[in-house]
Antibody, heavy 126, light 107 residues
């Protein structure tokens, strides 16, 4: 059973850097094809993909936010970290991490988000 | 950049109704097309991937179809637990894109 959970500050000030951690279980990020993605959702609005890190350390980012984002593996083998710089009130959103598969997923849900964390509401305000 | 639109953005329907939601793209999409259901205050749930394959545990009243720039999600007989917001999602050139969502409410 795959589980994921986001942790980090729920309130950040404008211009600060947001650091969130996704702690997961039920899969290994060393397994070929595995990935952990970050997705956000402003209150009452649609989902927006932010970035993803794959088992082989390949990282991909939303073109519109690429300059502000960094996704890395954490110090623990079951953690992934998201950093977003220069936070603004428009970045107020629920931030989710999710499991994804690509490249070694024949017959499975390739290139989707098949398991999600519960989400963490991050408010940007002075 | 690829843009996804969904229609309708909102629909009001009754239990037992057949419901169809359309996802259109500004350019041709790959077969990596998925649909999610999201209820208020909860994370999205994967319903369909690869255009038409049902995720494990998803009721068979949900189905997906389409190709090229137009894809559909159909609920054959709407149930009370299906009232939610539905999102399409595409993966192309290592970029994931979500549609703007369709909210399905009770008539």
């Amino acid at each position: 059973q795959i589980t994921l959970k986001e942790s980090g500050p729920t309130l950040v000030k404008p211009t600060q850097t947001l650091t969130l951690t996704c702690t997961f279980s039920g899969f290994s990020l060393s397994t070929s094809g595995a990935g952990v993605a970050w997705i956000r959702q402003p209150p009452g609005k649609a989902l927006e993909w932010l970035g993803i890190i794959y088992w082989d350390e390949d990282k991909r980012y939303s073109p519109s936010l690429k300059s502000r984002l960094t996704v890395t593996k954490g110090t623990s083998k079951n953690q992934v970290v998201l950093k977003m710089t220069n936070m603004d009130p428009v970045d107020t959103a629920t931030y989710y991490c999710a499991h994804s598969l690509f490249g070694y997923c024949s017959g499975s849900s390739c290139a989707t988000f098949d398991n999600w964390g519960q989400g963490l509401l991050v408010t940007v305000s002075s | 950049d690829i843009q996804l639109t969904q229609s309708p953005s909102f629909l009001s329907a009754s239990v037992g109704d057949r419901v169809t939601i359309t996802c259109r793209a500004s350019q041709g999409l790959s077969t990596y097309l998925a649909w999610y259901q999201q209820k208020p205050g909860t994370a999205p749930k994967l319903l369909i991937y690869g255009i038409s394959t049902l995720q494990s545990g998803v009721p068979s009243r949900f189905s997906g179809s389409g190709s090229g720039t137009e894809f559909t999600l159909t609920i054959s007989s709407l149930q009370p637990e299906d009232f939610a917001t539905y999102y399409c999602q595409q993966f192309k050139n290592f970029v994931f894109i979500f549609g703007p969502g369709t909210k399905v409410e009770i008539k």
